[in-house]
T-cell receptor, first 116, second 116 residues
Framework: DSGVTQTPKHLITATGQRVTLRCSPR?????VYWYQQSLDQGLQFLIQ???????AKGNILERFSAQQFPDLHSELNLSSLELGDSALYFC???????????????FGPGTRLLVL | AQKITQTQPGMFVQEKEAVTLDCTYD???????LFWYKQPSSGEMIFLIY??????QNATEGRYSLNFQKARKSANLVISASQLGDSAMYFC?????????????FGQGTELSVKP
């Protein structure tokens, strides 16, 4: 158990719909990262938040958005869903001091999204 | 461009034998971190081992060791005394500073099967 929790574990929805994925980081971790794992794209970085502020943005679609709340939990919102959005979405957390590359990211169990 | 390459899509190893999973990386940054993660069929991502670009010695964690050859830009994972529970996907990843934050860049993974 990494200490990172994600809900829900599975999500089945239809095209055009909107869903929210939730993540609680490990106790004491200030950084939250979101990754998408799909068969064709592999594991791709989406976005990072540090202590409530957006820190880095990767290959995140405009239909997707995220935020980190004062209690440090984070939510990833996916809207106007398409079939191609079906994937495993991971949240990870780390302590991350600014400028460090050595902080280990601990992953949650993931949310498996299926868009029909 | 920063990139991780894992050239072995799948590998077999006999139980109790050692196995090496290959990973090469490409970056022009002098400071980076290299990680290995294990993903069992259940889907979670489990952190195994970390190597910093300035570390002089190869990292070891129990049965896992990282064979770090900086000049060759390789970071191979060695698993000694393989166990049936080691059957899983293994991902090599590199951490880089990105837009003042950090992200992990993943390889495509190697599927390891341990035979009894």
């Amino acid at each position: 158990d990494s200490g990172v929790t994600q809900t829900p574990k599975h999500l089945i929805t239809a095209t055009g719909q909107r869903v929210t994925l939730r993540c609680s980081p490990r106790s004491g971790d200030l950084s939250v990262y979101w990754y998408q794992q799909s068969l064709d794209q592999g594991l791709q970085f989406l976005i990072q938040y540090y202590n409530g502020e957006e820190r880095a943005k990767g290959n995140i679609l405009e239909r997707f958005s995220a935020q980190q709340f004062p209690d440090l939990h984070s939510e990833l919102n996916l809207s106007s869903l398409e079939l191609g959005d079906s994937a495993l979405y991971f949240c990870a957390s780390s302590v991350e001091e600014e400028g460090e590359v050595g902080e280990t990211q601990y992953f949650g169990p993931g949310t498996r999204l299926l868009v029909l | 461009a920063q990139k991780i390459t894992q050239t072995q899509p799948g590998m077999f190893v006999q139980e109790k034998e050692a196995v090496t999973l290959d990973c090469t990386y490409d970056t022009s940054d002098p400071s980076y971190g290299l990680f290995w993660y294990k993903q069992p069929s259940s889907g979670e991502m489990i952190f195994l081992i970390y190597q910093g670009s300035y570390d002089q010695q190869n990292a070891t964690e129990g049965r896992y060791s990282l064979n770090f050859q900086k000049a060759r830009k390789s970071a191979n994972l060695v698993i000694s005394a393989s166990q049936l529970g080691d059957s899983a996907m293994y991902f090599c990843a590199m951490s880089v500073l990105y837009n003042q934050g950090g992200k992990l860049i993943f390889g495509q993974g190697t599927e390891l099967s341990v035979k009894p």
